[in-house]
């Protein structure tokens, strides 16, 4: 089970830097980007999932108290109520990169359903920030892990 966690760190580090790249690709394009464009998007969704599947995972293994897990028997005993289990999710380092890599994927994806269909000019160049903030918080959890 630990192996999943970082097998979907990996794909979502890839995919945030594949969004980033194409987005920025398909701005300079300018009017032949559009299809570049679309699927930064894409990756970027993508990203956004891999991040939630991973840190529901990591809640998962908290609440189960899978003590496999190097991070939930660091931070959890057997004798916690699942409150404060949950809430180990932030007391190590890697599980607060985790947690704001995971908050800026939701509101990634959440900006780019809402603001999708309105075609506004400013928005791959808005994805590709949080791409590139998100990608930083990704590569900061596989050099301190």
Known sequence: ???????????AGLATA????????????????????ARGYNAALAAG??????AGLLFYNLATSNFRVEYVAHYTSRE???????????GGQQGS???WAWLL???TV?????????NLPTLPYVIAILMAIILFFNTLLFLIA
């Open 105 to 107: 994927a939701i509101f």
């Open 18 to 37: 594949y969004s980033m790249i194409i987005l920025i690709s398909g701005i300079r394009r300018r009017r032949d980007g559009a299809a570049l464009i």
């Open 1 to 11: 089970m630990p192996e999943l966690g970082n097998w979907l760190l990996w794909l």
């Open 110 to 118: 959440a900006v780019l359903l809402i603001y999708q269909r309105k």
């Open 49 to 54: 999932t891999l991040l939630t599947l991973a």
């Open 97 to 99: 990169l985790l947690l």
């Open 80 to 90: 916690l109520p699942l409150f404060y289990k949950l809430s180990a999710f932030w």
